[in-house]
Protein backbone atom coordinates (compact mmCIF):
# COMPACT_ATOMS: atom_id res chain seq x y z
CA UNK A 1 0.00 0.00 0.00
CA UNK A 2 1.60 3.53 -0.63
CA UNK A 3 2.23 5.64 2.36
CA UNK A 4 -1.09 8.06 0.28
CA UNK A 5 -3.28 5.45 0.77
CA UNK A 6 -2.23 4.02 4.10
CA UNK A 7 -3.09 7.74 4.99
CA UNK A 8 -6.62 8.07 3.21
CA UNK A 9 -6.81 5.01 5.00
CA UNK A 10 -5.89 5.71 8.47
CA UNK A 11 -6.89 9.11 8.95
CA UNK A 12 -3.26 10.13 8.99
CA UNK A 13 -2.32 14.05 8.32
CA UNK A 14 -0.02 14.42 5.60
CA UNK A 15 2.80 16.15 7.21
CA UNK A 16 5.63 16.23 4.66
CA UNK A 17 6.08 14.23 1.25
CA UNK A 18 5.65 14.85 -2.89
CA UNK A 19 6.86 11.43 -4.52
CA UNK A 20 7.65 9.91 -1.21
CA UNK A 21 3.92 9.49 -0.65
CA UNK A 22 4.11 6.91 -3.62
CA UNK A 23 6.41 4.94 -1.67
CA UNK A 24 5.39 1.64 -0.81
CA UNK A 25 4.76 0.75 2.95
CA UNK A 26 5.20 -2.90 3.55
CA UNK A 27 6.29 -3.34 7.04
CA UNK A 28 5.72 -1.81 10.59
CA UNK A 29 8.98 -0.85 12.57
CA UNK A 30 8.60 0.91 15.89
CA UNK A 31 11.25 2.84 18.15
CA UNK A 32 12.30 6.18 19.13
CA UNK A 33 16.20 4.96 19.62
CA UNK A 34 17.76 6.41 16.71
CA UNK A 35 20.89 4.47 16.86
CA UNK A 36 18.38 1.17 16.72
CA UNK A 37 16.21 2.68 13.98
CA UNK A 38 19.05 3.15 12.00
CA UNK A 39 20.92 -0.38 11.98
CA UNK A 40 17.25 -2.38 12.29
CA UNK A 41 14.61 -0.80 10.71
CA UNK A 42 14.02 -2.13 6.83
CA UNK A 43 13.26 -0.60 3.48
CA UNK A 44 9.74 -0.11 3.06
CA UNK A 45 9.07 0.00 6.61
CA UNK A 46 6.36 2.52 8.26
CA UNK A 47 8.75 4.03 11.03
CA UNK A 48 5.83 4.95 13.89
CA UNK A 49 8.25 7.73 16.54
CA UNK A 50 7.55 9.95 18.64
CA UNK A 51 10.74 12.15 17.29
CA UNK A 52 9.79 14.77 14.87
CA UNK A 53 12.99 16.78 14.59
CA UNK A 54 15.45 16.71 11.70
CA UNK A 55 17.61 13.86 13.26
CA UNK A 56 14.88 11.43 12.27
CA UNK A 57 14.36 12.84 8.96
CA UNK A 58 18.13 11.85 8.43
CA UNK A 59 17.87 8.27 9.78
CA UNK A 60 14.34 8.26 7.32
CA UNK A 61 16.74 8.74 4.60
CA UNK A 62 19.95 6.26 5.76
CA UNK A 63 17.33 3.79 6.56
CA UNK A 64 15.49 4.29 3.18
CA UNK A 65 11.97 3.77 5.28
CA UNK A 66 9.10 4.39 3.48
CA UNK A 67 7.64 6.87 5.81
CA UNK A 68 7.82 8.17 9.13
CA UNK A 69 4.38 8.15 11.24
CA UNK A 70 4.57 10.61 14.36
CA UNK A 71 2.17 9.38 16.88
CA UNK A 72 0.65 11.08 20.13
CA UNK A 73 0.21 13.72 18.20
CA UNK A 74 3.78 14.57 17.74
CA UNK A 75 4.48 17.48 15.12
CA UNK A 76 7.47 17.99 12.72
CA UNK A 77 9.61 21.17 14.33
CA UNK A 78 10.28 23.83 11.79
CA UNK A 79 13.94 22.24 11.10
CA UNK A 80 12.23 18.52 10.66
CA UNK A 81 9.67 19.81 8.47
CA UNK A 82 12.35 21.64 6.20
CA UNK A 83 14.58 18.72 6.13
CA UNK A 84 11.54 16.11 5.48
CA UNK A 85 10.63 18.96 2.48
CA UNK A 86 14.14 18.96 0.92
CA UNK A 87 14.82 15.12 1.42
CA UNK A 88 10.97 14.43 0.28
CA UNK A 89 10.34 12.69 2.89
CA UNK A 90 6.80 11.19 3.69
CA UNK A 91 5.71 11.77 6.80
CA UNK A 92 2.32 11.27 8.48
CA UNK A 93 0.52 12.48 11.76
CA UNK A 94 -1.34 10.75 14.08
CA UNK A 95 -2.64 11.36 17.39
CA UNK A 96 -3.08 7.89 18.46
CA UNK A 97 -0.32 6.13 20.96
CA UNK A 98 2.13 4.26 19.29
CA UNK A 99 0.73 0.44 19.83
CA UNK A 100 -2.70 1.78 18.25
CA UNK A 101 -0.95 3.59 15.86
CA UNK A 102 0.69 0.38 15.17
CA UNK A 103 -2.28 -1.42 15.28
CA UNK A 104 -4.46 1.08 13.05
CA UNK A 105 -1.51 0.51 10.24
CA UNK A 106 -1.40 -3.27 10.50
CA UNK A 107 -5.02 -3.09 9.51
CA UNK A 108 -4.15 -2.11 6.37
CA UNK A 109 -0.39 -3.20 5.08
Known sequence: MTVKELSEKTGFR????NESLNNTAKHIYTCD???LVM?????DDAWITVMGNVNSIAV????????????EGMMLDADGLK???EQDVA???ST???YETAQKVAEFI
Open 83 to 85: KAT
Open 39 to 43: GRAQQ
Open 91 to 93: VLA
Open 96 to 98: LPV
Open 33 to 35: LLS
Open 60 to 71: AVLADVACIILA
Open 14 to 17: ILAG
